[in-house]
């Protein structure tokens, strides 16, 4: 006999939004670079 459990529903919140924990500053700068350097030691 087998024995049946009502399955868990899960928690659909997903990932914190990581906006809030920014600093104003990298807030106000986001997405609005137009390249990115790779940086070398040395320079």
């Given at each position: 006999m087998a024995r049946t459990e009502a399955q868990r529903t899960p928690i659909e919140s997903g990932c914190p939004d990581g906006f809030q924990y920014m600093h104003p500053v990298?807030?106000?700068?986001y997405g609005d670079w137009a390249f990115h350097e790779d940086p070398r030691p040395g320079v």
């Open positions: 990298m807030r106000k700068n």
